[in-house]
T-cell receptor, first 114, second 113 residues
């Protein structure tokens, strides 16, 4: 089954404790992206990657890091999480030629930073 | 500065009637627009898109209209069904930065039987 998976689905952590949210897709997509969804703010793009070893900032990259060492994986790293990073996070992927048509989203990771 | 605006947080429509969801944008460099639908506890799913060289795109019950001069697009759902009840996000991208998508805040559609 074609899908984007995220782990963990739920995470409660404390301020300053480094964490990684994994994202993996099995569709051989070149493009992957991370978003956060917050009440009243909609979806905001954090980082995206057009291909392996190619990443770029979205609209809200502060406090986040990403890496793209393999085509299928695009982990989101919070080196020192803070409470304002409490949010619902989505990973998405797409064929490079179809970025502007259809992105496949994962089920989301709900992160709480206390 | 919000570049993609969905000014109606919610919309309630009777089953069988038309639903019209609106979206305004401010950046004239946007040249491609998309609508995504999101159910609770799930990731968004792609619905329909339109290029700025067109003014209309239709897919079954869903039609998107683009008015470039007004920087406005709308999604029409006809006829509306209870299963259409979801949050709808408008998104935009600009040529030269196709990987960067700007989303609106979303409109929650409720279709009542």
């Amino acid at each position: 089954e074609a899908q984007v998976t995220q782990n963990p689905r739920y995470l409660i952590t404390v301020t300053g404790k480094k964490l990684t949210v994994t994202c993996s897709q099995n569709m051989n997509h070149e493009y992957m992206s991370w978003y956060r969804q917050d009440p009243g703010l909609g979806l905001r793009q954090i980082y995206y990657s057009m291909n392996v070893e190619v990443t770029d900032k979205g609209d809200v990259p502060e406090g986040y890091k990403v890496s793209r060492k393999e085509k299928r994986n695009f982990p989101l790293i919070l080196e020192s999480p803070s409470p304002n990073q409490t949010s619902l996070y989505f990973c998405a992927s797409s064929y490079r030629g179809k970025i502007r048509d259809e992105q496949y989203f994962g089920p989301g990771t709900r992160l709480t930073v206390t | 500065d919000q570049q993609v605006k969905q000014n109606s947080p919610s919309l309630s429509v009777q089953e069988g009637r038309i639903s019209i969801l609106n979206c305004d944008y401010t950046n004239s460099m946007f040249d491609y627009f998309l609508w995504y639908k999101k159910y609770p506890a799930e990731g968004p799913t792609f619905l329909i898109s339109i290029s700025s060289i067109k003014d209309k795109n239709e897919d079954g019950r869903f039609t998107v209209f683009l008015n470039k001069s007004a920087k406005h697009l709308s999604l029409h759902i006809v006829p509306s069904q209870p299963g259409d009840s979801a949050v709808y996000f408008c998104a935009a991208s600009r040529g030269g930065s196709q990987g960067n998508l700007i989303f609106g805040k979303g409109t929650k559609l409720s279709v009542k039987p």
